[in-house]
Nanobody, 125 residues
Framework: VQLQASGGGLVQAGGSLRLSCAASGRTFGGYTMGWFRQRAGKEREFVAAINWSGGSTLYADSVKGRFTISRRNAKNTVYLQMNSLKPEDTALYYC???????????????????WGQGTQVTVSS
């Protein structure tokens, strides 16, 4: 399974970005997808997750109401729409997926089996 994240960049505080993660190497539908981030000097942390159908989502408290995760199974792609960005959102953002079909949403990095390479998001104040 290969995951390719894109869409990162430099944006001013209050701005927006949309990240994309394209998956290949297996059927996309049926698998939970997640977004995580790692700030400088910090551990990787959960941002958002979406279930196999897109009907259920989960967010970190720090991004709830500002970020939206979605997926288009026909395009093998998961998205993270990020609005009202803050300097503390600056991080390397990773997408991830599980190896088990129809699995539950999870905030834990250890429950995800495949990871993309990350895309940098920098928010200036």
């Amino acid at each position: 399974v290969q995951l390719q994240a894109s869409g990162g960049g430099l944006v001013q505080a209050g701005g927006s970005l949309r990240l994309s993660c394209a998956a290949s190497g297996r059927t996309f539908g049926g698998y939970t997808m997640g977004w995580f981030r790692q700030r400088a000097g910090k551990e990787r942390e959960f941002v958002a997750a979406i279930n196999w159908s897109g009907g259920s989502t989960l967010y970190a408290d720090s991004v709830k109401g500002r970020f939206t995760i979605s997926r288009r199974n026909a395009k093998n792609t998961v998205y993270l729409q990020m609005n009202s960005l803050k300097p503390e959102d600056t991080a390397l953002y990773y997408c991830a997926t599980k190896s088990t079909l129809f699995s539950e949403l999870s905030r834990s990095t250890s429950s995800y089996d495949y990871w993309g390479q990350g895309t940098q998001v920098t928010v200036s104040s």
